[in-house]
């Protein structure tokens, strides 16, 4: 068989010619049933949000995904490539409102909750097209046709028996808590959401000081008699649900002398920062803040009114608190449990009222006079202007602060005290961490740095989410307040006295179904709230097979798996929800090694991203440079968890350097073994070499399948990539070079033999990085179905110790 003519090199058109060829084979189920058999080497899809169309950064994920299960494909094992779509949530919703112009949840509800939550199963199946022709396209053999969708009745009802094993395990609850909280979502966020990228950002918000009239009399009267506690803040709008002042209990204070009006309390560092150091201002008292804990003020607004004397007794009192400073401000705290975690937290210790006038949407209701109808951050400057005309402004500056941000919308969130569900994730940190230290982490540092100190700080998780398209929370509950966790369909249907084997699992549809309550027999519904997306992807080891309703024995032989690779900010994300459920429900990691991977950066170092406009679009690389450029590129130009600029420069030039190379040394094979009637098996095939050259480049191509071998098992494809690269290089740049007489006139088959071993081999090295190159050289280096179905080579026995450089 002839080996040419060789094609010129245009990996474009010949990566088109392997894809086709691929299907019209039938060679991806080809290697499946090839491998079936094998011991199994499992990876989990961490399913991508089916939301928006696939970027470049997309693709470093996936190929990453694939490199590491083609390799362990040929090295015999068994590895599903089980796909799936994350289908949930609000960046789905975000779209559809934005699609039919909607801006609230009012509007959504009057839309209609059935079309809305339609347009959102439409809208993913619309990017899952899109989604399934890139993965194709990239050489990834993530199996698209197979892949679980979170958006299934399936996958909705496993998910519904996890949250029935946490119901059972007493881990779930519902809570009062102080949430970051973007009232344009009308959605708490997680702390795992807060730690996404951008949501911190630096703003300038007004910050005053207001004085906070101290009452006359009680046990400090002599301190307290004439003067005000001078108050800093940088949300105004909270100071209508003031209740308390906060105090460092051994910060110095100082009681300052006003000669035109009520003199002004305050930390004596403050003071000094406030009325410039050393200048004349007149000190009449000074002590620790111990002294003023219990001293009552009036607060700055009484538009919302105490429930009853209880809680009015409570309330405007100065108290104790640890977290205060005098880094900034007067060094004196406005407390609104309502609207602060810290609030909150000292709220609970001292049994403080919380005054919430703030509606979902973030706007006063219609206790806050002639603020109600404002939203929150608006009503500032009246605010402010308010508390100047009643002569409480003592100052007002802007005030520069990181300050966080909706991480999908961009709308500044604020602190609000709502009812959320919750897993109890914090009663089992414990367990977190253990399961941690049996995960082997790619950068090693992740374990015990990014990973395990957000472990160490582990709050429970606020699964609900007040909105539409998700995973109904399975929770139903009767006039009296008995509560049902429903953890099957089956369930349901007993309950509701009818077979509901048939019906849509998501709102409103579900919303519908009454069941009796096991408890009193009475009717009772659904609660609301959704599931945190975010669930639904922790949930997917068991939910993919729909376990245990089916797919038992399917999820217990693929759990936990032996790699998944996502983004590095998914330490917060699902690297941690998959950590965290399966934990809470099986009592074991779901992952045994995790590669991570930084962003993509633009020339500045600033994350690539569409909004951006600094961003290469895939399609244009792969249009232009090829699939397996943009691959080598990804894999052999510096490790995936440093920042990477992708210039297309340097795909040219890393293609130029080893894929070019390699292509030029086959053509160069194929030219003279074609001349020379040359076979495969034929006269000398099997013979020892002895020219040294022979020896010496055997000896180079053994060290290096040894190499490649260990690296690749230990994850490292920078290292792999390079020791192929520079064997490539060796071969094309000494072995070719300085052996090209041989070729000429003598056609000696030695030659032959040598270098056709040399490029099969490395064929099957680089199958994993480049899958479609690879595939061509080595069918028709071979003239076998693919590379793919090959064996991962061995060292052959050349290795010459003495000839190696
Ligand atoms: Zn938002
Ligand atoms: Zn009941």
Not at 423 to 447: C, F, M
Not at 639 to 646: A, I, L, N
Request: hydrophobic content about 40%; some cysteine; charged content about 25%.
């Amino acid at each position: 068989m002839p080996f040419g003519p060789v094609a010129p090199f245009d990996l474009v058109a010949m990566e088109e010619r392997v894809l086709a060829r691929w299907r019209s084979d039938g060679v991806v189920e080809h290697v499946r049933r090839l491998r079936a058999d094998g011991e199994p080497w499992i990876f989990y899809e961490g399913p991508p949000t089916a939301n928006g169309r696939p970027g470049l950064h997309h693709v470093w994920a996936r190929v990453f995904k694939d490199l590491y299960p083609r390799f362990q494909t040929m090295r015999g094992r068994a590895v599903p490539r089980k796909g799936g779509w994350d289908c949930h949530g609000l960046p789905v919703e975000l779209e559809v409102e934005k699609e039919l112009g909607l801006t609230s949840k009012v509007q959504i509800e009057e839309y209609g909750v059935a079309e809305f939550n339609q347009r959102c199963r439409d809208s993913v199946s619309r990017y899952v097209e899109d989604w399934s022709s890139l993965t194709t396209r990239s050489g990834v053999w993530i199996d698209t046709a197979d892949a679980y969708w979170t958006l299934s009745n399936d996958y909705i009802e496993s998910v519904w028996w996890i949250v029935r094993q946490l119901w059972d395990k007493d881990l779930l609850y519902e809570g009062h808590r102080v949430s970051p909280y973007c009232p344009r979502c009308g959605t708490a966020l997680s702390s795992h959401e807060m730690g996404q990228p951008g949501v911190y950002q630096e703003v300038t918000d007004p910050s005053v000081y207001v004085r906070f009239p101290l009452r006359a009399g009680g046990p400090t009267a002599s301190l307290t008699e004439g003067a005000d506690l001078l108050v800093w803040t940088t949300t105004p709008w909270t100071l209508l649900s003031n209740v308390a002042a906060a105090v460092g209990p051994d910060i110095t204070h100082v009681r300052v002398n006003e000669p035109d009006g009520r003199d002004l309390v305050l930390a004596e560092a403050a003071a000094e920062r406030l009325f410039g150091a050393g200048a004349p201002y007149d000190v009449t008292w000074r002590g620790r803040g111990a002294e003023l804990v219990g001293a009552r003020y009036d607060r700055p607004f009484t538009l919302v009114d105490y429930r009853g004397g209880e809680e009015a007794a409570q309330g405007e009192r100065v108290v104790a608190a640890a977290f205060v400073s005098t880094d900034d401000g007067s060094g004196i705290v406005h407390l609104a449990p309502a609207f602060g975690e810290d609030d909150a937290a000292v709220g609970r210790d001292e049994g403080l009222p919380v005054l919430n006038p703030v509606d979902a949407d973030g706007r006063f209701d219609r206790r806050a006079g002639a603020f109600a109808g404002l939203r929150v951050k608006a009503a500032d400057a009246a605010i402010i202007d308010d508390l100047r005309d009643r002569g409480l402004l003592v100052r007002e500056q802007p005030y520069r602060h990181s300050y966080p941000h909706c991480w999908r919308c961009d709308t500044p969130l604020i602190y609000w005290a709502k009812t959320s569900w919750f897993a109890r994730t914090s009663a089992r940190r414990e367990d977190l961490l253990a399961q941690n230290q049996r995960v082997n982490w790619y950068p090693g540092h992740i374990k015990d740095g990014r990973f395990g100190k957000w472990l160490e700080t582990n709050v429970d998780w606020a699964l609900s989410r007040d909105r539409y398209w998700g995973t109904p929370l399975p929770v139903w509950r009767c006039e009296a307040g008995h509560d049902t966790c429903i953890g099957s369909v089956a369930e349901l249907s007993d309950l509701a006295g009818k077979d509901l084997a048939d019906l849509d699992l998501h709102r409103p549809w579900v919303d519908d179904v009454v069941i009796d309550c096991p408890a009193c027999g009475d009717p009772a519904r659904r609660l609301p709230p959704v599931l945190d997306t975010w669930f639904d992807s922790g949930s997917m080891p068991a939910a993919q097979h729909h376990h245990p309703f089916e797919g038992v024995e399917r999820f217990e032989a693929s759990f936990p798996a032996d790699f998944i690779c996502e983004a590095i900010d998914q330490t917060r994300g699902w690297f941690y929800t998959l950590l965290a459920v399966n934990t809470l429900v099986f009592g074991a990691t779901p992952y045994r090694n995790v590669v991570c991977l930084n962003l993509l950066v633009d020339g500045e170092g600033k994350k690539a991203s569409k909004s951006r406009g600094n961003v290469l679009d895939p399609w244009h690389i792969f249009d232009t440079m090829g699939a397996d450029a943009l691959r080598w590129n990804f894999f052999s130009v510096g490790q995936p968890w440093s920042p990477r600029h992708v210039r297309e420069d340097s795909i040219r030039d890393s293609t130029r350097a080893t894929l070019l190379t390699l292509w030029n040394v086959f053509s160069f094979f194929c030219t003279y073994a074609d001349l020379d009637g040359w076979e495969a098996g034929g006269e000398g095939a099997s013979a020892e070499p002895t020219h040294v050259l022979d020896r010496w480049v055997l000896g180079e191509l053994d060290a290096t399948v040894a190499e490649v071998t260990a690296t690749l098992e230990a994850f490292d494809a920078l290292a792999a990539s390079t020791r192929l690269g520079r064997f490539v290089d060796d071969l094309s740049n000494w072995y070719v070079r300085r052996s090209r007489p041989r070729f000429w006139k003598a056609s000696d088959p030695a030659a032959q033999h040598t270098l056709h071993r040399c490029l099969v081999v490395t064929a099957e090295l680089l199958a994993p990085f480049c899958p479609f190159l690879a595939d061509e050289l080595w069918i028709s280096l071979t003239d076998e179905l693919s590379v793919h179905a090959a064996d991962w080579p061995t060292p052959s026995g050349h290795a010459d110790a003495a000839l190696s450089r």
